[in-house]
């Protein structure tokens, strides 16, 4: 259940910016793993609220502009290079700091849905299930998802082959059954994709 418990609790500690941040994309064989920073201004009241994958694409997508209407936001990613560069952790991480980075507003503590939180220049509080807790982190849960999959129907124009709009890159069985045929494309994140030589060597 959505409460401000973890905003609240924050500000009675002197904390008056407070942002949540969540990531959509850490699954997929491909595109970005995609990170939102969201601070939702004190009097400011968004009905619908949830983790974003309990969520229509419907309700997503009108949630998504009344938040970048009445909220302090930001959305920021990583590529697949950075992806396999870094490892996924690392580079969710990396897209959060991006998100934070990029606020018009300096947030001065940032609530993290996970268990996970690395190198941020301010406190920070990781909430496991966070997105199902905090209206803050649900709100970057929302922008996070429906920018990724947009993102996703723009590579689908690119390499249609694949079928993107679909499957948003994630381990169907019909898209990793494409790249085994086709290969990867540049989009495609190579350390994850080790079930193509398994596939070759059967």
């Not at 991480?93 to 940032?110: C, N, P, Q, T, W």
């Not at 993290?112 to 190198?119: E, F, L, P, T, V």
Request: hydrophobic letters at 35%.
């Amino acid at each position: 259940m959505l409460t401000y418990e973890f905003e609240n609790e924050q500000k009675q500690n002197g904390y008056r910016h407070i942002c949540g941040i969540d990531e959509a994309g850490r699954g997929p064989l491909a595109g970005n793993v995609v990170a939102a920073a969201v601070i939702i201004p004190d009097g400011v009241l968004i009905d619908g609220l949830n983790d974003s994958k309990k969520l229509s694409e419907k309700k997503r997508e009108a949630l998504y502009k009344e938040i970048t209407e009445k909220t302090v936001w930001s959305v920021a990613w990583a590529t697949p290079g950075e992806i396999d560069e870094l490892n996924i952790l690392g580079a969710t991480m990396l897209a959060m700091h991006r998100a934070v980075d990029g606020l018009g507003e300096k947030a001065d503590f940032a609530l993290i849905d996970g268990n996970c939180s690395r190198g941020f220049e301010i406190p920070t509080k990781t909430i496991v299930g966070g997105d199902g807790k905090s209206p803050s982190i649900a709100a970057a849960s929302i922008i996070a998802k429906v920018t990724r999959d947009r993102q996703c129907v723009e590579l689908d124009k690119k390499y249609p082959q694949y079928n993107f709009a679909k499957h948003k890159g994630y381990p169907t069985k019909e898209h990793m059954q494409k790249v085994i045929d086709l290969g990867p494309c540049p989009e495609h994140r190579r350390s994850f994709l080790s079930f193509v030589e398994k596939a070759k060597e059967k």
